[in-house]
């Protein structure tokens, strides 16, 4: 199994300057409209299913896309990957952009769907 130190340092610096946010958390948020879901995950996994409601975004392209879908600096962004790491350095970024109120969804969407969290395809 390949050793991704540098990709894991970088996450590990990027969570010291984020804010994480629990995936009840993060579905009550959606759930009552005061939070977008910006999914960060590669296009064939959005496809493999996605948390509904949620944005497509990809990692690749959200610092480029992020301001035509949510042009408030002030709307609160909750990110999310596969398992946290890359929500983490996408919120990060959001954040660098000015983007006041982000978090990046601990554990991703592995942990949405441990929790029995509503998926779709």
């Known amino acids: 199994m390949a050793k991704h130190t540098g990709f894991e340092k ?4 990027a969570r010291k300057n984020i804010t994480e946010i629990s995936p009840h958390d993060a579905a009550a948020k959606l759930k009552s409209g ?5 999914d960060v995950r590669d296009k064939d996994e959005w496809e493999e299913g996605h948390i509904p409601g949620a944005t497509h975004l990809s990692r ?5 896309d992020i301001e035509e879908k949510v042009p408030d600096p002030n709307a609160t962004i ?7 790491g890359r929500s983490a350095l996408a919120a990060e970024s959001l954040q660098k952009m000015g ?9 991703g969407f592995k942990a949405w769907k441990v ?6 395809k």
């Open 78 to 84: 909750i990110c999310h990957c596969g398992g946290g």
């Open 60 to 64: 690749g392209t959200v610092e480029l």
């Open 10 to 13: 970088l996450v590990a610096d």
């Open 34 to 38: 005061e939070a977008v879901m910006i």
């Open 115 to 120: 929790a029995g969290l509503p998926t779709t």
């Open 99 to 107: 983007y006041k109120n982000v978090r990046s969804m601990a554990g």
